[in-house]
């Protein structure tokens, strides 16, 4: 027998609905780095059966979960990253360091440094089941209503052979391990089509123009009360049932209950002039789907009132290609196309939020959808993020060519089992000692600063060192440990590199 979430009020909820969220839970929370919970799971399943009871018995007495809050658990800050404003009496000129240390000291004499921060939930095990479990009764119907052009956070879906009506929608498959599709496949696909859009309407020598826009801090100026929104849900498309709105209330409430408690927490905490908003919590695979349905009508002007040749949006990584009119030269040409074509209305540039002025490449553009579709969000583009590209010819298709073979040296490097020999000619390595704290390298027109590139070089390189660790004595191989720490001393473990690799820093 086939199990079938349905969620028909908490008086109805079952154990085998609590065993079949905690499964999925358990195997999100494996996948997701950005804070540990290995330890609380183990604790948790020492009693799992009498655990679940006490949960099912919590939620059947209270008719749910929001007013709980020990479910809120703790607050985290984890390092975003590390920005260099340059001081007044710095130079122009390049100067270069192998010296890690020596390139540190250089760095803080001639920039102030600005260290950011993000706030994560620290949750117990039984939030991750409520979350999980929303999931499997509600938020799947949600996922189902965004169109193939959101690629990132995506729930799996039982797959169109497995299916006896081929033209069925596909379901969300329940019984899978884990909630969502693994980042890495959807990631690949989400790049492999924006290069293959690009790399089509060259060949048919036309002129392209491939720009990617990136929101500003989204989780943290999101509203999470949005979700609850009857417009927003009409705009998808959903239809809920009563109990399934109570239960998506709840959940917005207990959302938006942890960011004011977010808010306070980082008022507490952070010291001097940089502020923390708590906004959609990063922690909860719940959030997940609201990130996602918050951008859906977003996505549905973009293909409409552009007609752009392809779109693709990875959470809050926007990727677009254009036919080239020969009236977009810059940034803020683009900007105002996107204004003209989507409505003043929707797109506006944000002169509260920032004292930009004409020019400077800090200016913020904000999007608003309406209140009725996402509550008090600020959705917010980041100019100094956005690339431009405007390709044509053979010159647009070599541009092309050089990124490709980068991506597939990578692809291939990750299929190969890992020679103690040959650690540091690997490819990872390559790119790592050559690009340093400033990166030349692009795995996608969308990082053209390098940044993805190297924390995907340092993960391979890292996954080559942990499989010898696995498969040889440790005394056939001492040398080449030796010289991979002194690596990772070099070009990982230094001073201006540590926001940007913290979370792969655990792994040595």
Same mark, same amino acid.
């Given at each position: 027998? +086939? ?21 999925? &839970? ?6 997701? %780095?950005? =804070? ?5 799971? &183990? ?9 679940? %009871?006490?949960?099912?018995?919590s939620?059947?007495?209270?008719k ?26 710095? !130079?122009?000129?390049?100067? #270069?360091? @192998? ?8 760095? +803080? ?18 939030? #991750?089941?409520?979350?999980?479990? /929303?999931?499997?009764?509600v938020g ?7 169109? $193939?052009?959101?690629?990132?956070a995506?729930?799996r879906?039982?797959r169109?052979?497995?299916l ?17 599709t ?9 790049? %492999? ?5 690009i ?8 002129d ?5 826009? $990136? ?6 100026f ?19 049932t ?15 209950? /942890? ?5 306070? =927490? ?25 990130? %996602?349905v ?11 009132k ?34 003209e ?9 944000? +002169? ?13 553009w ?29 010159? !647009?298709?070599?541009l ?9 040296e990578? @692809? ?12 540091e000619? @690997?490819t ?13 390298? &692009? ?6 600063d390098?940044? +993805?590139i190297?924390?995907?070089? /340092? ?14 004595p ?12 002194q ?12 926001f940007a ?8």
């Open positions: 027998m +086939t199990y079938k979430a349905n969620f028909n009020g908490w008086q109805n909820l079952t154990l085998e609905d609590l065993l079949v969220a905690y499964r999925k &839970a358990k195997a999100d929370c494996f996948f997701e %780095n950005t =804070f540990p919970t290995a330890i609380k799971f &183990a604790e948790y399943e020492q009693d799992l059966l009498a655990n679940l %009871n006490v949960l099912l018995s939620l059947q007495t209270s749910g979960f929001a007013e709980n809050d020990g479910y809120l658990g703790e607050f985290r800050l984890l390092p975003k990253k590390l920005s260099f404003k340059p001081k007044a009496d710095a !130079g122009n000129g390049h100067v #270069h360091f @192998s010296n890690s240390q020596r390139a540190f000291e250089h760095l +803080t004499k001639n920039n102030d440094l600005i260290p950011e921060f993000r706030i994560v939930g620290d949750f117990p095990v039984d939030s #991750h089941i409520i979350s999980s479990l /929303w999931i499997n009764m799947h119907k949600f996922d189902a209503c965004l169109d $193939d052009n959101c690629y990132g995506r729930l879906r039982i169109n052979d497995e006896l009506d081929k033209h069925a929608p596909k379901p969300f498959h329940i019984s899978a391990i884990g909630s969502f693994p980042y890495f496949q959807p990631y690949q696909q989400w790049r %492999n089509d924006g290069l293959q859009a790399r089509g309407e060259l060949e048919k020598d036309r392209i123009i491939a720009v990617s826009l $990136d929101l500003k801090s989204y989780y943290h999101v509203d999470p009360m949005a979700l609850a929104l009857p417009d927003l849900h009409r705009e998808l498309g959903l239809e809920l009563e109990e399934e709105q109570v239960f998506t209330r709840q959940l917005a409430e207990f959302l938006a209950k /942890w960011a004011e408690q977010a808010d306070r =927490f980082a008022q507490k905490t952070i010291k001097g002039k940089a502020k923390i908003a708590g906004g959609l919590v990063i922690g909860l695979t719940a959030s997940r789907i609201v990130s %996602n918050l951008l859906h009508r977003w996505d549905c002007l973009i293909k409409q552009l007609a752009p040749v392809h779109y693709g949006r990875y959470v809050d990584d926007m990727f677009l290609v254009l036919r080239d009119t020969a009236t977009i030269a810059n940034s803020d040409d683009f900007m105002a196309f996107l204004q074509r989507l409505g003043k209305d929707c797109i506006f540039q944000d +002169t509260a939020g920032s004292k930009a002025k004409k020019g400077d490449s800090s200016k913020i904000q999007i608003q959808q309406g209140e009725e579709l996402q509550g008090s969000s600020r959705i917010m583009l980041q100019s100094d993020k956005q690339k431009l590209f405007l390709l044509q010819g053979r010159a !647009g298709q070599d092309l060519d050089s990124i490709e073979k980068e991506i597939y990578l @692809s291939s490097e990750h299929r190969l089992m890992p020679s103690p020999d040959q650690l000619d @690997s990872a390595a390559r790119v790592l000692s050559a690009a340093g704290s400033v990166g030349e390298n &692009a795995d996608a027109l969308r990082r053209a390098g940044l +993805t190297r924390r995907l070089s /340092w993960s391979l390189y890292l996954r080559n060192v942990e499989t010898l660790a696995r498969d040889l440790a005394h056939e191989w001492s040398a080449q440990r030796a010289d991979f720490y690596f990772a001393h070099n070009h990982i473990l230094r001073p201006d590199s540590l690799h913290f979370n792969q820093q655990f792994s040595i």
